[in-house]
C-alpha cells in the first residue's frame, strides 16, 4: 500500500551542495528555487516559457543502467523542483567566479566581448560550458547547436560565437569564398592590415592570454548521488504542496497501480507541454505522476523491421538513437528515421531538446508537432501499459485527432514506441516552415511518405500528414486512397493538389492566420515532394533494370529541393589601430573589454531584481483591462483582498499626488482606452499570492465606441494625437509636371517588440524618516523616475533617490515606461508602508508598454528616365497607439530623418500620428527612421524598377554628392557618406556579385538570391538644446583610486567603460584605478536620458570637464614633484587642502527646429554608413537564408572599437529582425497575440549572416564631440533594411520571370509568408481566396 500522508525529502545537489526541501512545492520551478531560496540569481528569468535560454542550467544525472553521467542543459524556468531527485544541478556560479577561479568559457565570453547588457550571458555560459563537459573540443556545429535555443538582444551573436570557436576544433579556415581559404588570410581580405597610411586591425581581443580548458578541473558528480544511482529507491515518493502533489514511484508496477488510481493525473516528463499550459492557460492538476524513475521507460531496443524507442527518452536521445540508426543501416530502411532527425534539428533549442520527452511529444499532440505527422505517416505504433497488461495502438489520423476509440485509456500510459523501417521503392519526407529557421513553431509542416510498386513509378500506398493546419495533425487519407495506383507523374502531382486542397481545407478565421500561405504550402510542399522522389528514383533506376520508367527533373527545378542548412558565421571585423606613439596607459580607441563582462559571465552582476529580498518586502501584480475602450462600471476587489498573503489593493484613488496626465493615466479611473492599460495593482507577501489575487478582482465594463485599432481606420475617424508635421523645398506641383515619369506607392512597416532581456523591474524601499524613498529600478531615465514618483507621491524631487546599477537592455523600451511602474510601485510602498517590488512577467511586458511604431507610408515620385529624381513627396502615418507619449517627436524625427542620403530638389514630407485603442507605443532604436527611411528607400527601388537601371545606380546617382543643406536647411558635407558607399561597394565586391547573383538566378527558378546595397545618413541627438547637457562628478580618494559618477546609464552599450576610458587619458593614469559604482539621482542630478545615440558622448565631455578641474588642481603639486608617484601627488593634494572632489559639465550642442519655417540645426552631428546584403529566397516556401553582409560605417574616432563593432552588429541583428522575423499580431479585439518569445521572433543566432563583415571607416575628425568619436547605438539598426532589399531584389526577380507586375505593396517584416504569397505562381494561383466579407479574420493588420 502507498502512503501518501506525509512529503518525502527531496534530495538533489546545487553546485556540489546537497540541497533537502523537507515540504517541496511541486509549483516551484527550479528557476525559483535557485533565485529565491538559495539567492543564486545569476540564473535569469526573461520569459519563463523556455523560449529565451537566460535561465540555462546544466543538469547531471546518472543512468542507473548505463551508470553513465548525462550532462544536459535545461532551462530552469520549466523545471519543477520536484523532477530533480536525485540530479546535480550546476549553475553560472557553480562554473566559475571573480571570486575564485574564473572559467574558461566565462573568460573568453567577456574578452572576446560576447557580452553588452549582460543579461543573457549566464544562460550563454550554461549552454557553452555543458556542452564542453560533454565534447571539449566541439565542432562548430555542435556549438551553434549548442546556443540555438538562447537569445541575446544586443551583441548579434558574432562575438558570443567567436568565444565559443576558440574551444571548437581547428577548422581549416571560413572557406567563405568556397576557396577553403580564410577570409583573413592574405590575399583574400580585400583590405590590408594598412589603409593608406592608417594602421588596420582585425583583431578585437588576443586568444594568447586565454586559459586553457582542462576538464579534470570540473565539479565532481556528487558521489551521494552516485551511491544513490547505484542502490535505486524503489519507494514512492511524493511531495504535497499547498494545492499539487507530486507522485514520483520508484517502479513500474507502482507507477501502474497510481496511473489506475488516479486516471486523471497526467505524467510529467520533460514539462515542456504541461509547465507552459499551467502556466499561461490556467490549467491545474492536483495530482502529478512523475515516472522519472522508471527505467523501463527509456528502453531502446533494435529489431530487424524497426526500432523502439521508450517513451521516456528525451528528444536529444532521440536524435542521437536516429542517427546511429542511419549510420548503421542501409538508406532504403531509414527514411523516416532521416526524415525524423531532420525535424529534430530544427525542433525547438536544444535545451528543449533535452527536457521535452518522446512520450510527452506524442500524448501531448501539439497542432504543431514536429514529429507526429512523420511518424504517422511511417506507420509507427505505440506501445501503451496498463495494469491489465499491454496494448498496441497505431499513431494515426484518429489517435492525432483525439478520437476516444483510437487513444490511451485513463489508466493507461504509453511505454514506447515502435517505428518501423522502411523499404526498398518507400520514400518518407518532412517539410516544415516557421517564422525563421531554428526554435520557431512551424506554420506548417508534414510528413510524407510513397511506397512504389517495385520496379515502376505507380503509387501503391501514400499517406501525408500536416501539423499547423488546425486543432490537431491532420491526415489527408481521402486524397492518398484516391492517388493510390496512379503514375508519379506531372498528371499525378496537378490532381494531387487539387485533392489535398479539397481536403485539408482551413477556413479564412482560422487560428493562427496566415490562412492563404498555409493553404500554399499544403501544395508547396507536395511539389517539393514530388520531385524529392522523381530524383530519388532517378538514383535507383541508375541501380535498377532498365523498366524503370520516371518523369525527369528540369534542371531549372531541382533548385525546389534543398532546404536552407545551418552554416556557422564567420566574419572580419576592421577598424583603426591607436597610433603607436599613443601611450600604453592610455586605453582611448583600443577594444577595451565592457567593464562587467565578467560579473555578467559569473553571474556576479546584479541586475535589479537580483537584489536581495528586504525585509518586510512585499510583491507588486498588476491587473491590466482586457478591453480596448470601455467605461469601468466597477472593481470589485473583495474576493481578492481575502485572499491568504494579500495585503493590499491600490487603486487610482490611492494616489496622493497627480495620477499621470489628464490623457495618460498610471491607474485607469472611468474608462479605459486599450487591453493592457493598468488598472489596479495588488501588494501581497509573494509574486503567486499577488498573481492569484489579481484573477480573483472582477471588473464591470460597459463598450464604449468608437474603437480603432489600424491607421486606416484612425484616418477615417480623424483620429490623431497631434498636429501633422511637415516639411517642404523646392516646388514640387511644378517638378512633377516636368518629369518623364511618376510612380505612387504604398508601404506598410509592422511595429516592433523591444523584447529587452530584462523585462520592467523595479523596487522601491520607503524609508522611515522624511518621507524618503530609495528606488532600485531598470530604466534608461532614473531621473524621470525620480520626477514622475514626486508627482504622484506630492513629495519634493529631492526626498526621492533613483538607483541604476546596470539595466538588462532597453533599446528605447526603458526611457519613459519604467516611471510608470516605478511610480505604481512608490504609490504601494506609501500606501502599505513596505517595500514592494514589481517585476514584469514577459506576457505582461509585451502587452502593456507598446514599442515601435508602425508606419504606413504613401509615396509619389516623379522621376526622369535616367533614374534622377526631381520630386518626391511622402506622407507618413505611424499607429501611436492610446496616449501621446514621444509620437509627437518620433513623427517630427521621421519626417527630418526621411530624406536619408538623398539629395531631392523638390521635396514634401508629411507625417502624423494616429490614436488608436492599442498600447500607447514609444521610444525605440531609431526613433522613427528605420520606418521612415524604409518608405523612401522603397520609393528609389520602384524608381530603379521603372527604368530598368539597378537600384544601386539610381541611389548613387541621388545621392548627397557635395557640401550641401538638407530639406530643414542644415549644412552638412557628405564626403564620408559617399566613402562609407565607395567601400561598401568595395569590400563586399558588389559589381561581381551583382552579376554572380544574376547567373545565380538565370539557373535557378525556385530559388532565387538577391542582393542591395544600402546608404544610411543618421543624425543623433535629442533635437532639443536642454537635452543636450550631462554632469559627472568625480572623486579621489587618498589612496589615489577614483570614483567616476555620470548621468548616463549602463544599458549594455558599455557607456561606463567608456567613461572610465575617459577618465584614465585625462587624469594619465590606468583604468585599473579608476571605478564607477552606479548612476543615482543623488551624485548628478537632472539628468537626460540616455538615449539618441549620444550618452557617451555628452557623458564624456562631462567627465573630462571634471578629470581636467581636478588635474589642473593638481598641477601645482606634479609641477614640484614631477618624479613622484599619482599617489604622492593625492597624498600631498590632500596634505595642502586641495579638493579632489569636482563635478564636470557639458553645456551640450545647441539644437533647434522651427516648423513654422521649416527650418533648424536640429542635430548635433551624422553617423554615415553602408551595407550590403545577399540572400536567397525559397520561392516556394518563402525562407531565406543570409549569405553575407558587409557593414561599413563612420564612427570617425572609436573611443573603443570592440564595443562600437558590438553596438553596430547588435542593432544591425535587431533591424534585421524589424524588417524580416519580427511580427506583431493583434486580434481584432485589440489584443496583442504575440506575447513572448514562442509567438514573436526576434533573430536567434543561425539568422547572423553566414559572412558578416564590420569595417569602421579610417577616422576622420569631427571637433564636436569627445575625442572627436560618433555615437553608433542606434544607426546600424536601419542598415537591417538591406537584408529586407535584398529580399524584395530576389522576389522581384521571380516576380519578372513569371511576368508577374514588379510594383508590388512593400510590407515590412518581409516574413516568409511575405515572401511566398509575393513569389506567386501556380501554387499561389490554385489556392482558394476567401471574400474578406465572409469572415471574421483571427488577426488584424495595423500598420
Ligand atoms: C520553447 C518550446 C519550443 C518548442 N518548439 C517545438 C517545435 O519547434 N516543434 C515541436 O514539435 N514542438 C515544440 N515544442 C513542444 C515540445 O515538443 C513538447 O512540449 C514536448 O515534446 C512535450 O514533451 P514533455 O516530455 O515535456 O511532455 P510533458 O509536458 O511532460 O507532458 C505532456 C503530456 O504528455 C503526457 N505524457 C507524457 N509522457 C507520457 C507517457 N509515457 N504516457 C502517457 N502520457 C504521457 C502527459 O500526461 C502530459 O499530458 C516546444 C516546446 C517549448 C516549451
Ligand atoms: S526564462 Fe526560461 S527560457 Fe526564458
Ligand atoms: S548581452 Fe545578450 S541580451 Fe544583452
Request: net charge negative.
Amino acid at each position: 500500500m502507498l502512503c501518501l500522508l506525509r512529503s518525502d525529502e527531496l534530495v538533489f545537489f546545487v553546485n556540489g551542495k546537497k540541497v533537502i526541501e523537507k515540504n517541496a512545492d511541486p509549483e516551484v520551478t527550479l528557476l525559483t528555487l535557485l533565485r529565491k531560496n538559495l539567492g543564486l540569481t545569476g540564473t535569469k528569468y526573461a520569459c519563463g516559457r523556455g523560449g529565451c535560454g537566460a535561465c540555462t542550467v546544466m543538469v547531471s544525472k546518472c543512468d542507473p543502467v548505463s551508470k553513465k553521467i548525462r550532462h544536459f542543459s535545461i532551462t530552469s524556468c520549466l523545471v519543477p523542483i520536484c523532477s530533480l531527485y536525485g540530479a546535480a544541478v550546476t549553475t553560472v556560479e557553480g562554473v566559475g567566479s571573480i571570486k575564485t577561479k574564473l572559467h574558461p568559457v566565462q573568460e573568453r565570453i567577456a574578452k572576446s566581448h560576447g557580452t553588452q547588457c549582460g543579461f543573457c550571458t549566464p544562460g550563454m555560459v550554461m549552454s557553452m560550458y555543458t556542452l564542453l563537459r560533454n565534447h571539449p573540443q566541439p565542432s562548430e556545429e555542435q556549438l551553434m547547436e549548442a546556443l540555438g535555443g538562447n537569445l541575446c538582444r544586443c551583441t548579434g551573436y558574432r562575438p558570443i560565437l567567436e568565444s565559443g570557436k576558440t574551444f571548437c576544433m581547428e577548422s581549416n579556415g571560413c572557406e567563405q569564398k568556397g576557396t577553403g581559404k580564410c577570409c583573413c588570410d592574405p590575399g583574400e581580405n580585400a583590405s590590408p592590415s594598412h589603409s593608406g597610411d592608417v594602421p588596420i586591425s582585425t583583431e578585437l581581443f588576443t586568444q594568447d592570454e586565454f586559459q586553457p580548458l582542462d576538464p579534470t578541473q570540473e565539479l565532481i558528480f556528487p558521489p551521494e548521488l552516485l551511491r544513490m544511482a547505484e542502490n535505486p529507491e524503489k519507494r514512492t515518493l511524493a511531495f504535497h504542496g499547498e494545492r499539487v502533489t507530486w507522485i514520483s514511484p520508484g517502479t513500474l508496477e507502482d507507477l501502474l497501480e497510481l496511473k489506475a488510481k488516479h486516471p486523471e493525473a497526467p505524467l510529467v516528463l520533460g514539462n515542456t507541454s504541461l509547465g507552459p499550459a499551467m502556466k499561461s492557460q490556467g490549467h491545474f492538476h492536483p495530482v502529478l505522476l512523475s515516472p522519472a524513475r522508471i527505467s523501463e521507460l527509456s528502453v531502446v531496443s533494435k529489431t530487424s523491421d524497426g526500432l523502439t524507442i521508450g517513451a521516456g527518452c528525451s528528444l536529444a536521445q532521440v536524435k542521437d538513437i536516429l542517427a546511429e540508426s542511419i549510420s548503421e543501416l542501409p538508406e532504403e530502411k531509414t527514411q523516416t528515421y532521416r526524415a525524423l532527425l531532420k525535424h529534430l534539428k530544427s525542433l525547438a533549442g536544444q535545451q528543449i531538446r533535452n527536457m521535452a520527452s518522446l512520450g510527452g511529444h506524442i500524448i501531448s499532440r501539439p497542432c504543431y508537432s514536429d514529429l507526429n505527422p512523420i511518424l504517422a505517416v511511417g506507420n509507427a505504433t505505440l506501445n501503451l501499459l496498463s495494469e491489465a497488461g499491454t496494448r498496441q495502438i497505431p499513431l494515426d489520423e484518429h489517435f492525432l485527432a483525439g478520437s476516444a476509440s483510437a487513444d490511451l485509456k485513463p489508466e493507461e500510459i504509453l511505454e514506447s514506441v515502435y517505428i518501423p523501417h522502411s523499404q526498398k521503392w518507400e520514400f518518407v519526407s518532412a517539410f516544415r516552415q516557421a517564422q525563421c529557421q531554428q526554435n520557431a513553431l512551424a506554420d506548417v509542416n508534414a510528413g510524407m511518405r510513397v511506397l512504389l510498386k517495385g520496379d515502376t513509378d505507380t503509387i501503391e500506398d501514400l499517406s501525408i500528414a500536416y501539423g499547423g493546419l488546425g486543432a490537431a495533425t491532420v491526415s489527408a487519407h481521402k486524397s492518398c486512397r484516391q492517388l493510390q495506383g496512379r503514375h508519379w507523374n506531372q498528371l499525378m502531382l496537378d490532381e494531387a493538389c487539387r485533392l489535398l486542397l479539397e481536403e485539408v481545407s482551413l477556413p479564412g478565421s482560422a487560428p493562427g492566420g496566415r490562412v492563404e500561405f498555409k493553404r500554399t504550402l499544403v501544395v508547396s510542399f507536395f511539389f517539393k515532394f514530388y520531385l524529392e522522389v522523381l530524383q530519388k528514383l532517378k538514383k535507383l533506376a541508375k541501380l535498377s533494370s532498365d523498366r524503370l520508367q520516371y518523369h525527369e527533373v528540369s534542371d531549372l527545378s531541382l533548385s525546389a529541393l534543398e532546404d536552407f542548412s545551418v552554416t556557422v558565421p564567420q566574419g572580419v571585423q576592421r577598424y583603426q589601430s591607436v597610433d603607436s606613439c599613443q601611450p600604453l596607459q592610455d586605453p582611448v580607441g583600443r577594444p577595451i573589454m565592457h567593464l562587467s563582462a565578467l560579473k555578467h559571465a559569473t553571474g556576479e552582476a546584479i541586475f535589479c531584481d537580483d537584489i536581495p529580498r528586504v525585509d518586510k518586502e512585499l510583491f507588486m501584480a498588476l491587473l491590466i483591462s482586457t478591453r480596448a475602450h470601455a467605461k469601468i462600471i466597477s472593481i470589485d476587489l473583495s474576493k481578492a483582498l481575502e485572499l491568504p498573503g494579500v495585503v493590499d489593493v491600490i487603486t487610482a484613488k490611492d494616489i496622493p499626488g497627480t495620477n499621470g496626465t489628464e490623457d495618460d493615466k498610471l491607474l485607469a479611473v472611468d474608462e479605459v482606452l486599450c487591453v493592457g492599460q493598468v488598472i489596479c495593482a495588488v501588494a501581497a507577501e509573494t509574486d503567486v499570492q499577488a498573481k492569484r489575487a489579481i484573477e480573483n478582482i472582477k471588473i464591470t465594463y460597459e463598450d464604449l465606441e468608437p474603437v480603432i485599432f489600424t491607421i486606416e481606420d484612425a484616418i477615417k475617424h480623424n483620429s490623431f494625437l497631434c498636429p501633422e508635421k511637415k516639411l517642404e523645398q523646392g516646388n514640387i506641383k511644378e517638378a512633377f509636371e516636368k518629369v518623364d515619369q511618376i510612380v505612387e506607392g504604398e508601404v506598410h512597416v509592422g511595429g516592433q517588440e523591444h523584447f529587452y532581456m530584462e523585462t520592467q523591474r523595479v523596487l522601491v524601499i520607503p524609508k522611515t524618516e522624511d518621507k524618503e524613498l530609495d528606488i532600485y529600478v531598470s530604466t534608461q531615465d532614473p531621473a524621470h523616475v525620480q520626477k514622475t514618483v514626486s508627482s504622484t507621491l506630492n513629495i519634493p524631487i529631492n526626498r526621492i533617490t533613483c538607483h541604476v546599477k546596470r539595466v538588462g537592455g532597453g533599446f528605447g523600451g526603458k526611457v519613459g515606461k519604467p516611471a510608470v511602474f516605478g511610480a505604481i510601485a512608490a504609490a504601494g510602498a506609501i500606501k502599505t508602508g513596505h517595500p514592494i517590488r514589481l517585476v514584469l512577467d514577459r506576457e505582461d511586458d509585451m502587452l502593456i508598454t507598446g514599442g515601435r511604431h508602425p508606419l504606413f507610408g504613401k509615396y509619389k515620385v516623379g522621376f526622369m528616365n535616367n533614374g534622377r529624381i526631381k520630386a518626391l513627396d511622402i506622407e507618413c502615418f505611424i499607429n501611436g497607439g492610446c496616449t501621446l507619449d514621444d509620437s509627437e517627436q518620433v513623427t517630427e524625427f521621421l519626417i527630418l530623418k526621411l530624406e536619408n542620403a538623398y539629395k531631392i530638389r523638390n521635396l514634401r514630407f508629411r507625417g502624423r500620428a494616429c490614436m488608436t485603442n492599442l498600447p500607447s507605443n514609444t521610444a525605440f532604436r531609431g526613433y522613427g527612421f528605420p520606418q521612415g527611411t524604409l518608405v523612401t528607400e522603397s520609393c528609389i527601388t520602384a524608381v530603379a524598377a521603372k527604368c530598368g537601371l539597378l537600384p544601386e545606380k539610381v541611389r548613387e546617382k541621388n545621392m548627397y554628392k557635395t557640401v550641401d543643406k538638407t530639406i530643414y536647411k542644415q549644412a552638412f558635407s557628405p564626403e564620408t557618406l559617399r566613402q562609407c558607399w565607395n567601400e561598401c561597394l568595395d569590400k563586399s565586391s558588389f559589381h561581381s556579385r551583382r552579376k554572380q547573383v544574376e547567373e545565380f538566378n538565370k539557373k535557378n527558378y525556385w530559388k532565387k538570391k538577391g542582393i542591395a546595397i544600402i546608404p544610411m545618413k543618421f543624425s543623433v541627438g535629442f533635437g532639443a538644446t536642454s537635452y543636450h547637457q550631462a554632469a559627472a562628478l568625480v572623486h579621489i580618494y587618498t589612496d589615489g583610486s577614483v570614483l567616476v559618477t555620470h548621468g548616463g546609464n549602463e544599458l549594455g552599450q558599455g557607456i561606463h567603460t567608456k567613461m572610465l576610458q575617459v577618465a584614465s587619458r585625462e587624469l594619465k593614469i590606468p583604468m585599473s584605478y579608476i571605478h564607477t559604482c552606479e548612476t543615482s539621482t543623488a551624485t548628478v542630478p537632472n539628468t537626460i536620458a540616455t538615449a539618441a545615440s549620444i550618452g557617451s558622448d555628452v557623458n564624456g565631455r562631462a567627465v573630462q570637464n571634471a578629470c581636467q578641474t581636478l588635474l589642473k588642481r593638481l598641477e601645482p603639486i606634479i609641477k614640484k614633484n614631477p618624479e613622484g608617484s599619482w599617489e604622492d601627488w593625492i597624498e600631498a593634494a590632500f596634505e595642502q587642502r586641495i579638493s579632489l572632489s569636482a563635478t564636470g559639465y557639458f553645456r551640450g550642442y545647441k539644437a533647434f527646429m522651427d516648423w513654422e519655417k521649416g527650418e533648424g540645426d536640429p542635430f548635433p552631428y551624422y553617423v554615415y554608413g553602408a551595407a550590403c546584403s545577399e540572400v536567397e529566397i525559397d520561392c516556394l516556401t518563402g525562407a531565406h537564408k543570409k549569405i553575407r553582409t558587409d557593414i561599413v560605417m563612420d564612427a570617425c574616432c572609436s573611443l573603443n572599437p570592440a564595443i562600437d563593432i558590438g553596438q553596430i552588429e547588435g542593432s544591425f541583428i535587431q533591424g534585421m529582425g524589424l524588417y524580416t522575423t519580427e511580427e506583431l499580431k493583434y486580434s481584432p479585439e485589440g489584443v496583442l497575440y504575440s506575447r513572448g518569445p514562442d509567438e514573436y521572433k526576434v533573430p536567434t543566432i543561425v539568422d547572423v549572416p553566414e559572412e558578416f563583415n564590420v569595417s569602421l571607416l579610417p577616422s576622420s575628425q569631427t571637433p564636436l564631440t569627445i575625442y572627436s568619436s560618433k555615437g553608433l547605438g542606434e544607426s546600424g539598426m536601419f542598415l537591417g533594411s538591406s537584408v529586407f532589399f535584398a529580399i524584395t531584389d530576389a522576389v522581384a526577380t521571380a516576380r519578372r520571370e513569371r511576368d508577374i507586375a514588379e510594383d508590388f505593396t512593400v510590407k515590412s517584416p518581409a516574413t516568409p509568408e511575405w515572401v511566398r504569397m509575393a513569389c506567386a505562381d501556380r501554387f499561389t494561383e490554385m489556392i482558394p481566396r476567401d471574400d474578406p466579407r465572409t469572415f471574421k479574420p483571427w488577426s488584424i493588420p495595423v500598420a
